[in-house]
Every structure is written in structure tokens, then in C-alpha cells.
């Protein structure tokens, strides 16, 4: 017999989904099966795998030491800390379920292979010092390669539950600023229809629905204009939905593209090729709820609150 003891990175999710982490190489037949026949149990009782599991719950597994072991698999193994030296990538705001990041130009979210340095990568490097539990920590938003700004990460389960009902419900609040050409002097929303190339990762906008055979989205982006010289506009941009390259395409559409973004119009700005654009704050909702209450008392230190990546230096007009 074995005793797990649930730590806090994996509170507030499913037992059974708890228990198919853990044992990576058990299929989901098997960890039925041991819950209904009591091999496992949820402290002291029988569970049929739907509980909540809290930190400090007693999961007692009756398996031989040789089951227990290979049905962890690799994936339960404590990983261990790179040796490879990353570029440091500053941090917003920490505490025991989240990490907010400022992410510089130039660095992917997520890499599209094992090779390539992301944030994601920088995460895990930085966690794999921590005990994480089951949960492997990782990015909930994405932004552009060239796209600086705020990275919202989960260090456990219940930050990333945290994290994507916020997402999903649209509850945050995210400002961006950014630099475009021309001028604008006053203020307004930009609302439309998106469409996104897949084979050419380049988006279209107008004004009114795409054709059916078109897979397209609503979007809507506001903007105040901060000032202005005789060329460039610098802008706070408002994301009321976010799509891909919607802010992008959407003052590309009104003949405002972004300064350095070549993809959608731009001309370098000081040097600069890729867009000005910086996703600079975020505000959280004052409450965020759930049928299960997993969030009561957990997040004070930051439902309400506005959170601030500052923008690179070269994000100013002289």
C-alpha cells in the first residue's frame, strides 16, 4: 500500500484526472476499476473518481510496490533542472498559483519545436526547481514572436483553471499600446469580421461577414490616441475580443498598419521591422466564479487588480 498526499499545486481538480496523471501508464479502465473495487481510495472512503481533491487529501493505492511504479510511468518523475543557461525574461507578479511575464520582442510563447527557446521553456526551467506535483506549469496566453508584453502563466492547476476561465469568459481587461502610421486624433472602436489564411498565418479584415465557405470571426478593438508627430500615432489599444493578428489586421484595415509590421503594411520604424506592438496591462475582474467555488479566498492578490508590463524603450515618439 502506498499514500499519496495531495500538494497544493494539484488542489481543486478531479481525482480521476488527478489519478491518470499520476499513473500516465494506467489506462482509464484500470483506474475505474481500482477506484469501484476500493484499491484506491480518497481519504479513507470510497470515491468513484468525480471529487474534488484538496492539499493534505490521503489517497491510499493498494498496488505491489512493482504496479505502483510502472503504471507512474515517466511522466510522474521529478524533473530535473536544465543545465542550458536562458536569457533572463523579467517578471510582472508572482505567487503560489501564477507568474506573470514581460516578454520581449523576438521570443516565441510556446516554441513549435524542442529545440527552439520559449517562454514556456524559461517556465518550466524556472519551476523545475519547485515542486509542482502533477501539474506542468505553463502559458495561458499567447502573443506574436515580435509581439512584446504580458505572458500570463499557471504554476498549478487551479492557477491554470484560474486563468482560463478568465480567458474564456473575456473577464480581463487587456490594453495594448502600439505605434501606427499616420495620424489619429481621436478615439474610437474598430469593428469587423477576421478571416485567417492558415497556409499563409495571415489574416484579412472588413467590415461585414465573409462569405460561408469563409470561416470567419467578429472582432472589435478600440483605441485613444497617447500623441502623435507628423508620422506615427502611439496608440493604448483596447482588445475587446482577441483573435489572431487582430489588432494587426484591424488598423492595417484603415490604412493605419502598424510601424515596422512588413506582413501588414508597415515600414520600418527607427531600424525596426517587426510590429510596435506591446501588450501593456491587464486587469482582473473583482470576482470570478465557479460551480465548485475553487477560487473563494484563493486570488485577493489580484481580482480587481491591474497588472503593468512596461514597454521597451524604443516605444515613444521624439
Known sequence: MKTIIVNDSDAGQRLDKYLKKTFSEAGSG??????????IVLNGKKSDGTDIIHAGDEI????????FEKMKGKSASTPKRSDIKYPEIPVVFENEDLIFFNKPAGILSI?????????????????????SGNYKPSVANRLDRNTSGMILCAKTYIGARFLDECIKNHLMKKQYCAICHGIIEKGGMLKGYLHKDEKTNKVTVQEKPFDESEKSSYIETGYEPVNHNDKFTLLNVNLITGKSHQIRAHFASINHPLAGDIKYGGKKFGGINTQLLHAHKVTFPERVETEENLFDGRFEDVLGKTFTAEPPGYFKLT
Open 30 to 39: 484500470f483506474i475505474y476499476k481500482m477506484l469501484r473495487k476500493k484499491n
Open 60 to 67: 491510499k493505492v493498494f498496488f505491489s510496490d512493482e504496479t
Open 111 to 131: 516554441s513549435d519545436s524542442k529545440e527552439s527557446f520559449c517562454v514556456n521553456t524559461y517556465l518550466l526551467n524556472l519551476m523545475s526547481k519547485k515542486d
